[in-house]
């Protein structure tokens, strides 16, 4: 047995709606279910699927009763230690979904640029905004990672 993938990431909304709406309408996400669980005071949860059909997005009212990993920060400056740090999804062109996502109410961390990281040197291109709902998002044009030498036998 080994891990195939990652299944989904939780997030609870301040705004439910609007989150949904957000993950819909700039990111391309589609809600796949919804449903309410009043045993966890679960008003409203709903599973989104990623355009790519791979990974979801869960997403929470503001009431449910619900595990949370690590603490909340007291302001956007300040970094939750133990918690999700960022949300990062591959894109087609940074710079349209950073201009897309910021007329949808999103604010602006880090704007469009590149990055060199590591030796040997591995440019990455990519944006960093704040969601509506709060969330740290990344957004990334396709890079491979895996830079790890291959063996042949």
Not at 108 to 121: A, D, F, K, M
Not at 132 to 142: A, C, Y
Request: glycine letters at 6%; a negative charge.
């Amino acid at each position: 047995m080994s891990v195939k993938g990652l299944a989904h990431v939780a997030i609870q909304a301040k705004d439910y709606q609007a989150t949904i709406l957000f993950y819909t309408e700039v990111l391309g996400f589609k809600v796949g279910h919804y449903w309410s669980l009043p045993s966890f005071q679960i008003k409203e949860a709903s599973m989104l699927v990623s355009p790519d059909q791979r990974t979801c997005i869960e997403i929470f009212d503001n009431e449910a009763v619900i595990p949370a990993q690590g603490k909340k920060a007291a302001s956007e400056a300040e970094i939750a230690h133990g918690a999700l740090l960022h949300l990062a999804f591959y894109v087609d062109n940074v710079d349209d979904m950073y201009h897309k996502a910021l007329a949808h109410g999103a604010s602006t961390y880090i704007e469009p640029g590149q990055l060199s990281l590591g030796e040997p040197p591995l440019v990455v291109k990519n944006a960093v905004i704040y969601s509506p709902n709060g969330e740290v998002i990344e957004f990334i044009e396709e890079v491979d990672f895996d830079l790890r030498p291959v063996i042949v036998p």
